[in-house]
């Protein structure tokens, strides 16, 4: 598993390391110079946060002093990457490697787009929160609507998230500016699920989702010697 970088049709690939180990949760910096990742390396029982700066190659581990780190992202000012750990957000930052627990009731995956905007999942049916800057937590939308863990996105002025339906995920965006919740599309439950991994790509104007598992709907050819 290695971090690879394509152009915006994910063509011209280029491999960006050689860990020959484990990769989780890629996350590019607001300027685009480095990409935060979670990795192990082989033999190795205990992940790493680390730091790949794009142009040099140079790896940096970020010591967090944590044996594992869960969904991780950047700081608005990319001062910081943010990584959850034993169910709450922390912040390590960049300069000092002073690190900040951000959340003490829960928090599983932020997404941080300026200064006064800190948003945030606890975890599976427990809604979507924002992290005002005096440190309280507001709920922004319920468990019953926002269901995902992770398969949730921050685009402009709202949020892309999916949501579990009978039969069916359902693509839906809230206007953080207006609270107002606008359904964008039904999809089929075996393209997507609630663990997707969503971003935005603001240039071209599309949302791009993760796959970790195979189209079912696929169909192979099997050959054996023992079927002829």
């Given at each position: 598993m290695e971090i690879?970088?394509?152009?915006?049709?994910m063509e011209n690939r280029q491999q960006l390391t050689r860990l020959h180990g484990m990769v989780k949760y890629p996350q590019w910096s607001n300027n685009g110079r480095y990409i935060a990742f979670v990795g192990r390396f082989p033999a190795e029982e205990e992940d790493k946060l680390m730091l790949l700066e794009v142009k040099t190659g140079q790896l940096t581990q970020l010591k967090t002093g944590a044996r594992w780190h869960g969904q991780i992202s950047w700081w608005y000012d990319d001062s910081a990457v943010i990584f959850s750990h034993g169910s709450n957000l922390f912040s390590i930052n960049l300069s000092s490697g002073?690190?900040?627990q951000l959340t003490v009731k829960g928090g599983i995956?932020?997404?941080m787009p300026a200064a006064d905007r800190f948003y945030f999942s606890k975890?599976?049916?427990?809604?979507?929160?924002?992290?005002?800057?005096d440190g309280s937590e507001v709920q922004l939308l319920p468990g019953s609507v926002f269901s995902s863990r992770t398969a949730w996105t921050v685009a402009e002025?709202?949020?892309y998230f999916l949501q579990q339906k009978p039969d069916q995920l359902?693509?839906?965006y809230y206007d953080t500016a207006n609270g107002q919740l606008k359904d964008v599309i039904l999809l089929p439950p075996d393209l997507l699920h609630l663990l997707s991994i969503m971003s935005f790509d603001a240039e071209n104007q599309r949302l791009l989702f993760e796959l970790s598992m195979h189209p079912r709907a696929d169909i192979h050819k099997l050959s054996h010697p023992l079927l002829h």
């Open positions: 690879w970088q394509a152009d915006a049709y002073d690190i900040n995956g932020a997404q975890g599976r049916n427990r809604g979507l929160w924002q992290l005002l800057p002025q709202g949020i359902l693509v839906s």
